[in-house]
């Protein structure tokens, strides 16, 4: 049987953005794969965070070209659709949780369905339980975010914006601050998502044993740039450049420190 | 010593105080909905370019710091008519402006803080999520500025309630002023005085109830 012909989902050229921030990017190219996941590594202010910004026009570009899926939406650093038509396709899922503290945990995941998608309550409620289900917050799903505790918090932030089926989600720390098995159900849901719905992840994260086990391919970010892409095989000890196998060493002598 | 209570000495003024306390509960009513809702375009003119602001941010300084009395005798003697070639307002309108603005200036600053508090964490992530900018304000932006500010705006709209006594220095037929007619008459003044204080009490007191069950409320409790 023939291989299903891989195509290039999302394609990022020459960006540069966050002229002023803490973490700037400059000259990042990056090509992802349907159903693909990009794991991301570097260290802290390596422009990771400025990265997703502006890939979902939450910061301006000031350079570069982008395609999703063919289509151009990114010219020479102008966002050439609306930003949140751009977000229905490649949705950033924040470090920090930002639920509605005033809706209950159904409502958070029902709300977006409603006001992006034109969802019926119905629908949007029949969806939400199916991906509380997947994630582990199905007894959570009458609770007020007040109300539970932070790994299902930060699962509850994930579920909102899984329930809108995205192409691409990016995915920023979705496990730090969080218990180990918290880490575990998290990462089986992503795993879960890729392989029943084909989505496609860029995933920043300091936990590299959850980079190995969801990544394909994974980028050294550094100063801004994509210094070096490996597949996830070769993943930690397989970097060449020598600023890239300096932080994977150190992050792994840290770690059996 | 002894003093001899004499209620009946009111009884024709009974249409009059009832009369007097509808105008107390819809000066405050009109002068707390119209105070508040001018305070969220002033808020959001808080927050423009600082030409804008500062002046902006002074007046209501300036407002805040100005008596209602005085407010409202401005509102009233303003010489309209040899500055604007227009006729003044009535009393009852001028009482209006006055206890208006002075609840604007409060408003206006309470909003302001309150949509600069608005965390940002839940904003960014409306916006990651695909929400609009009118759906950002109408389903994250307002519903957190509303249960900040409700419990303090409550205790502006019954001091409003209060302060409205103040339109009888300029004739306005509110309960004060119908209990100084009825003393002029009657002579009677600690029982105008003590029907003034239960016209107030009747007209606040379900209101501070109200104001104390919405604090306590679960809507506004998750913050």
Known sequence: ?257 | MSYNWDFSALGPYKLAFLQGACWTLYLGAVSSAAGSALGIPMALLLRQHPVVSVPLGLAIDALRAIPNLVLILGAYYFPYSRLFGIPGPSPLVASLIGLTVAQLAYSADLIRSAIEAVPANQVLSARALGFREWQVARWVVFPSVVRQVLPSHMALWIGNVKLSSLASTIGVHESVWVAQVAMSTTFRSLEAWMTVGAIYIVLVTPLTLLARRVERSSWLRHQ
């Open chain 1, 1 to 257: 049987m023939a291989e299903a012909p891989v195509t290039t989902l999302l394609r990022v050229k020459g960006l540069k953005a966050g002229y002023g921030e803490r973490g700037i990017i400059s000259a990042f190219d990056l090509e992802v794969e349907r159903g693909t996941c990009i794991g991301i590594v570097g260290y802290s202010g390596c422009g990771k965070t400025t990265l997703f910004k502006a890939l979902t026009g939450l910061m301006p570009a000031e350079a570069g070209d982008a395609w999703l899926d063919g289509d151009q939406f990114l010219t020479s650093g102008k966002l050439t659709v609306q930003p949140w038509s751009l977000r229905r396709h490649i949705t950033l899922v924040t470090q920090q949780p930002g639920l509605l503290p005033h809706k209950s945990v159904l409502e958070n995941l029902a709300l977006p369905q409603e006001l992006v998608l034109q969802k019926s309550k119905e629908e949007a409620h029949a969806e939400a339980r199916t991906v509380a289900k997947l994630v582990g917050i199905d007894a959570e799903l009458n609770a007020f975010p007040s109300e539970i505790s932070g790994g299902q918090l930060q699962r509850a932030h994930l579920a909102r914006a899984m329930v809108l089926h995205p192409e691409i989600l990016l995915l920023d720390e979705v496990t730090s601050n969080v218990d180990p098995r918290t880490s575990e159900a998290i990462t089986d849901a992503l795993d879960a998502l890729r392989d029943g719905r084909g989505i496609s992840f860029l995933l920043v994260s300091h936990d590299f044993a959850i980079v190995r086990k969801l990544a394909d391919r994974v980028i050294f970010l550094h100063k801004g740039r994509n210094l070096e892409e490996i597949p996830v095989t070769e993943f930690p000890g397989g970097f060449r450049d020598p600023e890239a196998q300096t932080f994977a060493s150190e992050r792994v002598s840290r770690r059996e420190r």
